[in-house]
C-alpha cells in the first residue's frame, strides 16, 4: 500500500506539492490525474527518493523508499522510458538490474518475453529503440524484481493499441494477484478502463478522490428523449440542470434513476437513459482541472 500523508514541496516561493493526502490500496489500480504542471511527477518522484519533500511524507507498506534494504524486490518504478542509457542494450539494461538486486540470470530472459521484446529487440542499443520499445524495457525492469507495488508514469505513452492493451491486461493482472499500482497518465479513456480508484489534482492540491464508479457516479445522466425540451423543463422543476450534449441528447447532474421518474411524471418518453460515464471521467476531470490547464489559462 502506499500512502501519502500531508505531503508539500515547495522551490523557493513555488509550491508545487501542496499539503496532499492520499492512499493507493492493494489489490487495485489507482489513476493519478492531473494537467501537465499540476505535481503528479513531483509527488512520484517524492515517493521514490529522488526529491526531498519539505514537509509530510510518503511511504510504501509504512516504510519510506530510502529504508527498503533492496527497492527494486518490493517497488517497481518507471518515471521516464528516455532515461535509460542509450549506449547499453535492452539485454545490458535488465542484466544490471537483475545484478543489483541479487536475482538469477534467467529473469532477464523471462521480463524480456513478458514485455514482448524479441532476441534481436533485446541486443539492440537503447538509442535505436521506438518510444514504445523503451516503455516495454522500462516495465520489465520495474517488473524484475518481482515487486508488490508498481508505481508508473505515463507508462502507455509511445504504446501502440495493441501495446495499450497488453499493458492494461498485464496492470490489471498484477492488482488481481494483490499487488499495487500508482498509474499516472494523460489518456483519460485508458485510466477510466483500467483504474479502480481515481486521484485528480490541480495547482498541487487534490480536487477529488475516491472509487471510480463514485466519482463518475457523481457526473449524472446521458439521456435521450422524444421531447429534449420538455424534459429539460421538468428536470429544471425537479431541481436538476441539463445542457444540450451529442447528437441530441442530454447531460444532466440528475442520475438515471431520478430522470426515469422525472419523465414519467411528465409524460416525455425516453429513447435512452444511461450513467453519464461514457464521457463521465473527461466531463470530471476539465471541470475539477479548468482553473490549472494551460490552454484555458492561456485563454
Known sequence: MITVDALTKTYGGFTAVDD????????????????????????????????????????????????????????????????????????????????????????????????????????????????????????????????EVLILDEPANGLDPAGIRWMRDLLRDFARDGGTVLLSSHLLHEIEVIADDIVVIGNGRIVAHGTKSELLAASGALVRAADPAALARALEVAGAT?????????????????????????GVPLLELRAADGAGLEEMFLELTADTQREGAAA
Not at 441539463?242 to 411528465?266: F, I
Open 20 to 147: 496532499i493526502s492520499f492512499t493507493a490500496r492493494s489489490g487495485r489500480v489507482t489513476g493519478f490525474l492531473g494537467p501537465n504542471g499540476a505535481g503528479k511527477s513531483t509527488t512520484m518522484r517524492i515517493m521514490v527518493g529522488l526529491t526531498p519533500a519539505t514537509s509530510g511524507s510518503a511511504s510504501i507498506s509504512g516504510r519510506a523508499f530510502a529504508d527498503l534494504p533492496n527497492p527494486g524486490l518490493e517497488v517497481g518504478v518507471l518515471l521516464d522510458a528516455s532515461a535509460q542509457h542509450a549506449g547499453r542494450t535492452g539485454r545490458e539494461i535488465l542484466t544490471i538490474a537483475q545484478r543489483t538486486m541479487g536475482l538469477p540470470r534467467r529473469r532477464v530472459d523471462e521480463m524480456l518475453e513478458r514485455v514482448s521484446l524479441t532476441p534481436s529487440e533485446a541486443d539492440r542499443r537503447v538509442r535505436n529503440y521506438s518510444l514504445g520499445m523503451r516503455q516495454r524495457l522500462g516495465i520489465a525492469a520495474a517488473l524484475i524484481g518481482d515487486p
Open 242 to 266: 441539463s445542457t444540450p450534449y451529442d447528437g441530441g441528447a442530454l447531460r444532466t447532474d440528475a442520475e438515471p434513476a431520478l430522470v426515469g421518474r422525472v419523465a414519467l411524471n411528465a
